[in-house]
């Protein structure tokens, strides 16, 4: 998919058109709506990626990495029953790690933290290595009533494997915005405010990376800078679900302006 928006040259109506041309020639070929599902998926338009990931679903019923996609949308829809649903398919084809990972992430939304643990304790056993699933346990734990000291480990491993691909590739924002959350959540402010505005200067507009800098700031009790990115988020069409179902912005529920940003308005 990155291949073709690179050859592309980036261009958003030449993407399209090009996706439609080549649903034209192969209408019965998976990969070309997988594609023009990621497509979609960055543009943020969730439902239209969920359905060009179910078409491919439909032409391809065992290929477990589709299904995983349409939990990912989901997820992202607020639809987290669909898609623990997808998710337990996924991995009943094939277990593999991101089908579990993405699996403790829905649970974690509907505030399932002992599910949401389980599932990513298996996501961490099959792959040991990936920094989001380590960072997504340190949030299961974190939020768990009984298993919060058991967190910082969690972030820090994560931390450290997410350096790794920071030094692989200097200008990985992703890598950038999760080392300020999770050095955030352990209480290095300094790594935290560092990181958060690499980041931003990397992809100052980055759905992504907006969101998370909002997470930053809301853990290092920054209340302008924490409802300055959510407003920021929001208008990038990044998920309002995700937005509203994060555990971390429980105290702000009551507050106007989050309401204002939740609803739209």
Not at 36 to 47: E, L, N, P, Q, T
Not at 51 to 64: C, E, I, S, T, Y
């Amino acid at each position: 998919m990155a291949d073709v928006l690179i050859a592309l040259g980036g261009n958003v109506g030449d993407v399209r058109a090009t996706f439609q041309k080549a649903i034209t020639l192969s209408p019965n070929y998976w990969a070309v709506y997988n594609w023009a599902g990621f497509f979609y998926y960055g543009r943020a338009r969730y439902s239209d990626a969920e359905a060009m990931f179910r078409k491919a679903a439909d032409l391809a019923p065992g290929n477990q990495l589709v299904l995983e996609n349409i939990g990912d949308m989901c997820v992202l829809q607020g639809r987290y029953q669909d898609a623990i649903d997808a998710f337990q398919r996924s991995i009943a084809l094939r277990p593999m790690m991101p089908a579990y990972s993405d699996l403790g992430e829905a649970y974690f939304y509907l505030h399932r933290y002992p599910e949401a643990i389980s599932a990513l304790e298996k996501a961490r056993d099959l792959e040991g290595h990936d920094y989001l699933t380590w960072g997504n346990l340190g949030d299961a734990l974190y939020w768990s009533s009984d298993r919060r000291d058991e967190a910082p480990r969690a972030y820090r491993r994560a931390i450290e494997l997410a350096r790794e691909k920071a030094t692989i590739n200097p200008k990985d924002q992703l890598a950038e915005i999760y080392i300020a959350q999770y050095s955030a959540m352990i209480g290095d402010t300094h790594t935290a405010t560092s990181a958060v505005q690499k980041a931003l200067g990397l992809a100052p507009d980055d759905p992504e990376v907006i969101f998370h800098a909002a997470l930053v700031y809301n853990q290092l009790g920054n209340r302008r800078q924490t409802m300055e990115w959510l407003k920021k988020a929001a208008n990038a069409n990044y998920s309002r679900s995700t937005i509203r179902n994060t555990p971390d912005f429980a105290h702000l529920h009551a507050d106007p302006e989050y309401q204002a940003i939740i609803s739209g308005k």
